[in-house]
């Protein structure tokens, strides 16, 4: 519920309406001006923007880990299907060329569901809690993302000169 009483503006007046109201309607916490309502609320908004920072943050190292354990296990598996593939004319580049491709296109499809997912959740977080829309999102969330994706594709490239060296001849025997 809310109650809106009109002053002058004056300090006194203000604390006299606060005491009021205060003593009319208790309540758990004390009325408060129209500025210092806006002030709360800018300050939680930005308690919600810091928390979902450090979450975005927090996910891609975590995720780059557990990208690094699934590519080299990929390459791992198929360690003598490439030499094969190598000792028939494969060159290097094309079979680096096939494992970037079946590790990034995936990251990049997923990535657009989760930023999408994401924003989502939020437009309906912040209308039916706090009454907001999502507004256009700043430079610096596109700049994280984008660093978050370049990252993780600089994981896999960092799992490219394994390749070479699981894929020898050796590998192919028989024995």
Same mark, same amino acid.
């Given at each position: 519920?809310?109650?809106?009483?009109?002053?002058?503006?004056?300090?006194?007046?203000?604390?006299?309406?606060?005491?009021?109201?205060?003593?009319?309607? $208790?309540?758990? /916490?004390?009325?408060?001006?129209?500025?210092?309502? /806006?002030?709360?609320? =800018? !300050?939680?908004?930005? @308690?919600?923007?810091?928390?979902?920072?450090?979450?975005?943050?927090?996910?891609?190292?975590?995720?780059?880990?557990?990208?690094?354990?699934?590519?080299?296990?990929?390459?791992?598996? /198929?360690?003598?299907?490439?030499?094969?593939?190598?000792?028939?004319?494969?060159? &290097?580049?094309?079979?680096?060329?096939?494992?970037?491709?079946?590790?990034?296109? $995936?990251? %990049?499809?997923?990535? #657009?569901? #989760?930023?999408?997912? @994401?924003?989502?959740?939020?437009?309906?977080?912040? /209308?039916?809690?706090?009454?907001?829309? %999502?507004?256009? %999102? =700043?430079?610096?969330?596109?700049?994280?993302?984008?660093?978050?994706? #370049?990252?993780?594709? !600089?994981?896999?490239?960092?799992? %490219?000169?394994? &390749?070479?060296?699981?894929?020898? $001849?050796?590998?192919?025997?028989?024995?």
């Amino acid at each position: 519920m809310n109650v809106v009483v009109a002053t002058d503006g004056s300090r006194a007046a203000v604390e006299r309406a606060r005491t009021m109201v205060d003593t009319a309607y $208790p309540a758990n /916490r004390q009325s408060q001006t129209l500025a210092e309502g /806006r002030k709360q609320s =800018g !300050a939680e908004l930005e @308690g919600f923007q810091q928390l979902a920072k450090v979450v975005i943050l927090a996910t891609f190292p975590i995720a780059g880990c557990s990208l690094a354990v699934s590519v080299a296990a990929a390459l791992g598996e /198929r360690k003598r299907p490439f030499s094969l593939l190598r000792l028939s004319g494969v060159s &290097l580049a094309m079979l680096r060329r096939v494992v970037l491709l079946e590790s990034a296109v $995936p990251l %990049l499809a997923v990535s #657009a569901l #989760a930023i999408g997912t @994401g924003l989502l959740a939020a437009d309906l977080f912040l /209308r039916s809690q706090l009454q907001y829309t %999502l507004h256009s %999102l =700043g430079t610096g969330y596109y700049l994280v993302v984008a660093g978050g994706l #370049a990252g993780a594709l !600089a994981v896999i490239a960092a799992t %490219l000169p394994l &390749l070479r060296r699981i894929t020898g $001849p050796e590998t192919a025997r028989n024995e």
